[in-house]
Every structure is written in C-alpha cells, then in structure tokens.
C-alpha cells in the first residue's frame, strides 16, 4: 500500500505517465503509487518505490553514526532530530527512555531507519559498549568543548538530551566527551533539534566526505 500523503501541498510526482501498459518491469515500485502518483517526501531516486525496497536500498549505504535521543518528557524537538538522521542516512536512532514520541516532526522519515527503545541509560551505555560506540553527548555544559575544535570519531554515537533539561546526570557520565555548539548571541542555548542537525552535519563533513579505511 502507498503511504499517506505529508501534507496538502502539490509535491512530488503525479501518476506515471503512459498508464499501466507503459509501467517499468520493476519489483520495486509500488502500483498503487504508479498509478496514483507519490506525493512523499522523498529523493527523485526512490520515486514510486515501495517502502520496503527504500529501506532495503539505504540499508546498502547506511553511515555508521547513531544517534540516540534522551525521552524524558515527550520533547517535541524528537521528530526534528529523527528526521537530520534520516537525512545523513544514520544507522540507527535510539530512544532513551520513554517509548512513546511525538513522531510529528519526523514528516515520517522514521519509517526509513532503524528506531529502537532502550528503557535506561545504563541498559543504553551496556548496549553501545557492546559494539564498540563512543558516546558522544551534545549539551552546553559546564566542561564541554567546542565541536567546532574536535573531530568526532567515526564509530560514534551523539547523544541529545531534552530541550529543558539537556542530558540526564547518569548520560552525562557515561560519555566519553561532551561537545557544546559555540554561539555568538545573547540567547544560552540554541533549539535541540538545531544543534542536532549542526552536530550531525559535523560529523558527515568528515567521515562522509572521506574514503574508509
């Protein structure tokens, strides 16, 4: 089945032209889009294919930076984040804490990643220390560097703390390095899910710009 459209806005393609005789020989498109016309918020590449096969492609070419993101009190600015992370093709977001998000922000984008719940920071910090991930916290505290001065590991995880609270003290303790955004205004903080994008961004200027290995 196609996806529901995002918005009412006239985006995307109409149906294909030609009609059904004219239709690729492709397992990956969707009928009900080819005929109705995909209206998501996705790249030209992955018109009218089925969600399934979106994922299945990314999946050759997933980053490997994770994200994960502190749920302590519903925050709103999750969606945002959830959708930068689709953006640099993450491997993974996970969602400290609460299980229930507010989604609206993610326009959906969530459906193309591997979203995951883990219920405490300790059951998190046990998790990517079996993998091998440095945890990275993003927060404007006391101690913290400049993330314009360091460059962020390859086999990392950013973490991201509330829009009130900023990360919890037992997050705070399990990262190896906490990185603030330096800002030049009168306001202390700028909007979590800005410093997300900034912070995602910093990481793929290196690592997605450069050959592995």
Partial sequence: MAEERIDSREVGVGPYPGGKKAWPDDPRLDPTLLEYGDRRNVSDKYRYWKLDAIVADLDQSRS??????????????????????????AQAVHIVGKKRWNRRGAMVTDRYLHVDNLATPEEFVSRMQERGKLIIGIDNVPGSTPIEEVELPRECVLVFGSESEGLSEPMRASC???HHITQYGSTRSINVGAAAAVAMWAWARVHL?????
Avoid at 69 to 84: A, P, Q, T
């Fill in 209 to 213: 710009s450069r050959p592995t290995g």
């Fill in 176 to 178: 190896s390095a906490i």
């Fill in 64 to 89: 490997s930076l994770e994200v994960a993101i502190e749920n302590l009190d519903h925050d709103f600015n999750i969606g945002s984040i959830v959708r930068s992370a689709n953006a640099f093709n």
